[in-house]
């Protein structure tokens, strides 16, 4: 443990998507932890914004307003006023004086703003590891092996211009008391009768890359399987705008099921996720924040990258190689066959779960 370094303020970097902000807090912890007097700023979008405030590792959390921006330059007016938003932006960012802006995303908008901050010190990931020309933008440029890299060690590897070296990091996400309160309200009021193991299933996505979702009947066979063989409680959780998929399974159910409560924040889903035996769903956000609070986890993998994305902890990967998967960005959502989720069986993912269950007894 070093108790001091030369960076004091540091500037993170991770935009966007709410899975690859939750894959990039475990790097950020280690951070404030190899130095505790560290001042730790993230730059970051609306969805994940409130998971970031919740976690006392980071000082302060800037919302890059992304969205109003995009629909401001739409018309000559509402360019003005976001050029004049985006400066002021910017002028506050150098305002704080970063010693350090460290760039996770490693994409054209987190360059500048790694750029536009001022600080003297920009790292970032190699050519071959960026897109858009964000290379340009860094100073201090961290080479990632060329073979498949995990997401939680490509961002434990940006430490390592800073002297950290990560060998193991446990799990672990903070969650404030009054969404424990919340969620523990929410269980208290269910009828004694739910007595089995919880198993939380997420079966949705967003609308962005619903390519990843298992087929809606197949869950209903799986949860049915669960409740009736191995008398588990089975939890359906859902996000923004999928409750509707989420009835949808249940109706076709012939066991009783529970529909998880409504979630204001990244935070009490987690909390729900903490209080099951194990979670099931695809490779997805709440994925990895049931990883991050130590629930064991079973992922089923479509055409997404199994090693690329695995969470942290203990997880059963359910996959079927049908010779194009994993593929690449473009063809997953122009894919209509999607043949590398239609062969994963019922029994497949409910043979994980079993052993996931017996594991975490």
């Keep these: 443990m070093v108790s001091t370094m030369d960076q004091r303020k540091i500037l993170v970097l991770r935009l966007s998507a709410v899975g690859d902000v939750i894959r990039t807090l475990p790097a950020v912890k280690a951070l404030k932890e190899y130095d505790p007097t560290s001042h730790i700023t993230w730059i970051v979008e609306e969805p994940s914004k409130t998971l970031l405030e919740s976690q006392p590792e980071i000082d302060e959390v800037i919302l890059f307003p ?7 330059i739409r018309s000559a007016r509402g360019l003005c006023r976001t050029f004049g938003e985006a400066k002021r932006f910017v002028s506050d960012l150098r305002k704080r004086q970063f010693d350090v802006a460290i760039d996770f995303h490693g994409i054209l908008k987190s360059g500048l703003l790694c750029f536009l901050s001022g600080s003297h010190k920009r790292i970032g990931f190699d050519r071959k590891s960026t897109k858009e020309g964000n290379f340009l933008f860094s100073n201090v440029k961290v080479d990632v092996p060329e073979e498949r890299t995990n997401r939680f060690q490509r961002n434990f590897a940006l430490l390592r211009a800073l002297g950290l070296e990560i060998k193991a990091f446990n799990p672990g996400l903070h969650i404030p008391a009054k969404d424990q309160e919340y969620v523990d309200s929410f269980f208290n009021s269910l009828p004694p009768s739910h007595k089995g193991p919880w198993v939380a299933i997420h079966p949705g996505t967003s609308p962005k890359i619903a390519f990843k979702r298992w087929m809606p009947d197949r869950y209903s066979q799986l949860a049915d399987r669960l409740v009736g063989e191995l008398q588990a409680t089975v939890i359906f959780t859902w996000g923004p705008g999928e409750l509707s998929l989420v009835e949808n399974i249940r109706k076709g159910m012939r066991e009783p099921s529970v529909v998880g409560p409504p979630t204001e924040s990244l935070v009490q889903l987690a909390e729900v996720f903490r209080r099951c035996k194990v979670y099931v769903g695809g490779d997805t956000g709440p994925m990895y924040l049931a990883s991050l609070v130590g629930t ?24 079927k190689e049908v010779g194009c998967n994993p593929c690449y960005p473009g063809r997953k959502r122009s894919c209509k066959e999607l043949n590398c989720l239609r062969m994963i069986t019922v029994d497949d993912v409910f043979e994980a779960t079993k052993e996931m269950l017996c594991l975490s007894d």
């Design 66 to 72: 992304r969205k109003r921006w995009t629909e401001g």
């Design 296 to 319: 064991p986890i079973v992922v089923i993998y479509g055409p997404t990258d199994p090693v690329l994305y695995e969470p942290l902890g203990l997880c059963r990967k359910v996959l």
